[in-house]
């Protein structure tokens, strides 16, 4: 089993920046890729980047630019910087590790608010 803890979360005004870290345990290894996905009221879990075991990222184009994914896998934490957050970008986000399944952690709000 795989176990993903989040944290840094919180409320932040528009133009503002925020830190999530997902720390994972448990039975982890081999390689296997990271992301975060975000879900808003009323809304599906979307992805918004990941991150390959050799440090390949992909992002969603609304958050190119402005977030940076990064990873330390001697940590088996994975990290996202959001800079330059908007109102849209409020939702709960979930760090995940996929590796033959989908492992999700609880999820941690991220509200962008004047």
């Known amino acids: 089993q795989v176990q993903l803890v989040e944290s840094g979360g919180g409320l932040v005004q528009p133009g503002g920046s925020l830190r999530l870290s997902c720390a994972a345990s448990g039975s982890i290894f081999g390689l296997y890729t990271m992301g975060w996905y975000r879900q808003a009221p009323g809304s599906q879990r979307d992805v918004v980047t990941t991150?390959?075991?050799?440090?390949?990222?992909n992002y969603v184009d609304s958050v190119k630019g402005r977030f940076t994914i990064s990873r330390d896998n001697g940590k088996n934490t994975v990290y996202l910087q959001m800079n330059s957050l908007k109102p849209e970008d409020t939702a709960v986000y979930f760090c995940c590790l996929v590796r033959g399944r989908t492992y999700w952690g609880q999820g941690t709000q991220v509200t962008v608010s004047s």
């Open positions: 991150i390959t075991s050799d440090g390949y990222t």
